[in-house]
């Protein structure tokens, strides 16, 4: 098992940067991806970028590339999501996940998720 928890969302201007954590704790492999989606209302969960855990190769959705940028700090076993430039459509409930063994943009690929952060952005 292994849980996930959120932190640093909030309410930023449109152009302003925000910094999002992911707290990791239980069994975590190092063969494990580790990846940001988001969901706003009355949208489906999207991808947004990922990393692998032991090399942390990157991955990111090519809308938010340039802009978002994931990594990790290994001794505090936490996983970060710098998110620059924002714009209202960032707007949404952003979220934490785990996948075993292998790279995947798709949401149903990931067995463990965290409660989501919420993240506004305001024009």
């Known amino acids: 098992q292994v849980q996930l928890v959120e932190s640093g969302g909030g309410l930023v201007q449109a152009g302003g940067s925000l910094r999002l954590s992911c707290a990791v704790s239980?069994?975590?492999?190092?063969?494990?991806?580790m990846g940001w989606f988001r969901q706003a209302p009355g949208k489906e969960r999207e991808f947004v970028a990922a990393?692998?855990?032991?090399?942390?190769?990157?991955y990111y959705a090519e809308s938010k590339k340039g802009r978002f940028t994931i990594s990790k700090d290994n001794a505090k076993n936490t996983v970060y999501l710098q998110m620059n430039s924002l714009k209202p459509e960032d707007t949404a409930v952003y979220y934490c996940?785990?996948?075993?063994?292998?790279?995947?943009?798709?949401?149903?690929?990931?067995?463990?998720w965290g409660q989501g952060t919420q993240v506004t952005v305001s024009s």
């Open positions: 239980g069994r975590t492999f190092s063969t494990y991806f």
């Open positions: 996940a785990a996948a075993p063994g292998y790279y995947g943009r798709a949401w149903t690929l990931y067995d463990y």
């Open positions: 990393i692998s855990w032991d090399i942390s190769t990157t």
